[in-house]
């Protein structure tokens, strides 16, 4: 599975952007999707995620309310819509996918990552 990311960018305190992440490549066993993000000096975080089945959603407390991930299936691609950002929402974010295989044993999960994309929000 290729993530690409697109959509960052510099915008001031109280501003829109909308993040993107094209999936290509195997796509077909991909469980969930989310976009995790990580400020200079503190590890990885993550920002929110959403099913592949019924399309389920979770968001980090620190975004509830302002952020919204959605997908379109046809296209093989997530969005994250983020308003009211803030300072503290400046990082790196990285768009992740879960690909999971059933055998009849076990199940196992693997992780995709995109090259990620800078968001920044100046005070």
């Known amino acids: 599975v290729q993530l690409v990311e697109s959509g960052g960018g510099l915008v001031q305190a109280g501003g829109s952007l909308r993040l993107s992440c094209a999936a290509a490549?195997?796509?077909?066993?991909?469980?969930?999707m989310g976009w995790y993000r990580q400020a200079p000096g503190k590890q990885r975080e993550l920002v929110a995620t959403?099913?592949?089945?019924?399309?389920?959603?979770n968001y980090a407390d620190s975004v509830k309310g302002r952020f919204t991930i959605s997908r379109d299936n046809a296209k093989n691609t997530m969005y994250l819509q983020m308003n009211s950002l803030k300072p503290e929402d400046t990082a790196v974010y990285y768009c992740?996918?879960?690909?999971?295989?059933?055998?009849?044993?076990?199940?196992?999960?693997?992780?995709?990552w995109g090259q990620g994309t800078q968001v920044s929000v100046s005070s």
């Open positions: 992740n996918a879960k690909k999971t295989r059933i055998y009849s044993d076990s199940t196992r999960t693997d992780d995709y």
């Open positions: 959403i099913t592949s089945g019924s399309g389920s959603t």
């Open positions: 490549g195997d796509t077909f066993t991909i469980s969930a």
